[in-house]
């Protein structure tokens, strides 16, 4: 304790350590199948109390996956007692919108006397996991969450993070918490149900991560594009490996997994994006509104200099290339101020902008010209 | 990434450091005491969005708080900016029965526009902070929280800490997150507004914490038992600072500070203190059900041959002395076994009760012989 005149203060100190494995695997539910019963087994030698939740949408196409859920459990009685049937909730964004799930879910686990080292283990989309996320954070202050992403975008992006949210008061992710998963199991197998658009959505986000960070990545994406377009497993799932890789990175090695300080996400492109979304009510999906939104500061780059005119062509082409149209109407009702001053808000402090100077070569930038970004705008307009 | 047959692991992996300012002082809003214009400052050389968020009980008996507030503010405007006018929640318990308060502040939160390096400074007791803490923990994912607690229990307990709860589901801080605070700020002059009642209620966390770790601390007590029932501040103060700090010192050097394995909160006399409250729905105060909690597990460990009565008695005699009584009609209906689960699944893993093996030492038992506790239960009762 340390005094000063009229206050004397105790400083407290510490820090909290977090680990969690992310597996890549195909029938993670085979019994045979060693990833999961490794988690579980990494949550002590006891018989572990286990919830399962999965998004409706996926039950819908992979009807079978009740029964697998029940086989493994069946065949690893030593390690998982299953607290009850499996909780399916509503797939998509719905999932996040305001608290509906959130609350039902919290329900469930207090009904089932889950306690914080039982295990809620979700399956579904990034939407269904963040809400999953949310509920499982909360409950007698966080329950052991496996996260099992059926998506692309939840296998390389979302569902591998620390964070967690719903949508409230008409704000994306305004409500959440910083959580890290008990561990994340990615199974290729979920991709093969996956409607195209779907499949597309998550190739934006390793773009977008491969344009900020690595541009040997990004070589790779615009090598394999049209295998990526065509949803090719061989390129897919290195695509995948490498994407999540580039997140956990950012998260371990940024030196502010919790984004208390100045810590940016991986979120280039994503100021318009999260707007976009909002605007069209979801018609433009995550995934589209990110490659819009890469595209989009992109040529802004462009115009101000940062990016040459073959780096800006080589990024349409890509983003072309794997099926994303660059343009929506919806982008002529973006108010470009207020999705700036919104997403500030959202991170916290000053506005700080990424752009590229170069492919690989991510910037910030305090400032942003809305004028010029009003006619980037225009120019996405006039060349779709 | 690492390879075993079928499998591909990515180990996640990093550490999350904290460290925040816990501040003594009196009139902690007079413009030239140092303490909060310090916390501000910490969070960096910019003017600040404040939110202040107080306790309704604390203003009808501190009307001026409100104009302290605005002196304050005004005479430190380069650092603070009052978002808007202060908002008064509902005092006691009632202020984390279920989420009424909390969504009614997310929702203010949200129509200020705070950001995550925006600032709510909380001035109220235990309960209210909980429920502050809990908005604030999960606005964005977590907005700066300044605690000013005005209880001796949320000075000496609760608000030092790095929990935030609501009850929800008739379960008492069934929602909640780990959070710790930007800042805590005790200001000693706030205990004179309060009642008897509530002054007391923080004397039985010291007693408790004291009995469990450190044994002159709670010589300490014993000596001073006449100056703390009169409540005189040369005696309250010194026990507020010495229990804050063995409670800081518990997360910090813990290894484990929120939580997740083993670790175990400084709960001693609490699985029944927790029942107590809400089968009395709250005429019994957390304050009160620690005091009989205490003494009910005291006198378990006697009857179990772990304390000598010598000790025990002189447990009685501090306890009684500050003025608690040992029994309550209520405890006649407590359902022993129910409770002890109830709190297994709080903590988590399996069951952990805290006895006294003596005076400053306590040690952690696996099982309660339910039998032996109902006979303690009648004892309490007859000796009243």
Known sequence: MTLSGRVSEIRQEFAVRYTYPVCFTRAALDPDNPALPNVFRE??????????????NLL?????????????ASAHQDLVELVGPVVAVVG???????LTTVRRLQRVIERHGLCRQSFLLAIGGGAVLDAVGYAAGTAHRGIRLVRMPTTVLGQNDAGVGVKNSVNAFGKKNFLGTFAPPFAVVNDFDFLATLPARELRAGIAEAVKVALIRDAA???????ARDALAAFEPRAMEPMIVRCASLHLEHIRAGGDPFEFGSARPLDFGHWSAHRLEVLTAGEVGHGEAVALGVALDSLYSYRRGLLSREDLEQIFEVLEGVGFRLHHPGLAGLDIAAALEEFREHLGGSLSITLLAGLGRGVEVGEIDCRLMEQCVEALGERA
């Open 43 to 56: 949550g002590g030698a006891a018989r572990h109390r286990v919830l399962v939740v999965a998004d409706q």
């Open 60 to 72: 819908a196409v992979r009807p079978n996956l009740l029964d697998a859920v029940r086989r493994f």
């Open 92 to 98: 998509g964004e719905p999932a996040k919108r305001g």
């Open 217 to 223: 990545f990004f070589r790779e994406l615009c090598a």
